[in-house]
């Protein structure tokens, strides 16, 4: 079975600092990879998402994400947070089968001080 | 709106009721979920319906009871919870062929469930 692990469960930044959410999974087959955003009193919503080709993959809001399957990583970047970034990530993994059952991480609790 | 809709958004009960959660996707999606998201866990697959067929229940105690009609409506059905159910139960579906699917997950705002 797979697993994924964000390492920050908690992150506090000011306005225009970078971001960087760690994301790593374990999973020997190919998978799809997602990051999802949970703004506050809002449902759980799709960032941005990984399947094949370019490593590196653009998502809404200035969002970017880097596959590194040597590492078996899916970080997770931002140049410039806003306040209105503050929210729940959680990274997702799907194996590449006709399964489609994705596993969460713990999700990284995201405050940006204005 | 999210083209996942779930009712009631919030639920009180007693543990000797029965109760049920609604979720309808507008979607076209063939694929179905519930999740369970309690706080400082990762949210839990509980289960999931292709094409109206369960595919998975992942050891869910069977005081939790699903169905699946169409593939637009899953329903959960709820007997004689504990305390420790109190969570957000969210339902989500995805783009299902009979080839497979991406994993891509849409989700509605979720049930806001108490087990007093």
């Known amino acids: 079975a797979q697993s994924v692990s964000q390492h920050n469960h908690h992150v506090i930044l000011s306005e225009a600092a970078s971001l960087e959410l760690g994301c790593n999974y374990s999973y020997g087959g190919t998978v799809n990879l997602f990051w999802y955003v949970q703004y506050p009193g809002q449902h759980l919503q799709l960032l941005l998402k990984y399947f094949s080709g370019d490593p590196l993959v653009k998502g809404i809001k200035g969002f970017e994400a880097e596959f590194i399957k040597s590492k078996f990583s899916f970080n997770l970047r931002k140049p410039s947070v806003q306040w209105s970034d503050t929210a729940e990530y959680f990274c997702?993994?799907?194996?590449?089968?006709?399964?489609?059952?994705?596993?969460f991480g713990d999700g990284t609790t995201l405050t940006v001080k204005p | 709106e999210t083209g996942v809709t779930q009712t009631p958004r919030h639920l009180v009960m007693g543990m000797t009721n029965k109760k049920s959660l609604k979720c309808e996707q507008h979607l076209g999606h063939n694929a179905m979920y519930w999740y369970k998201q309690s706080a400082k866990k990762p949210l839990e697959l509980m289960f999931v319906y292709n094409f109206k067929e369960q595919t998975e229940n992942n050891s869910v105690p069977s005081r939790f009871s699903p169905e699946c009609p169409n593939s637009s409506h899953l329903f959960l059905h709820l007997h004689t919870l504990q305390p420790e159910d109190s969570a957000l139960y969210l339902c989500?579906?995805?783009?299902?062929?009979?080839?497979?699917?991406?994993?891509?997950?849409?989700f509605g705002e979720g049930s806001r469930l108490t087990v007093l």
């Open positions: 989500a579906s995805s783009p299902q062929s009979r080839q497979g699917t991406t994993g891509e997950l849409f």
């Open positions: 997702a993994v799907n194996p590449n089968t006709n399964a489609g059952k994705s596993t």
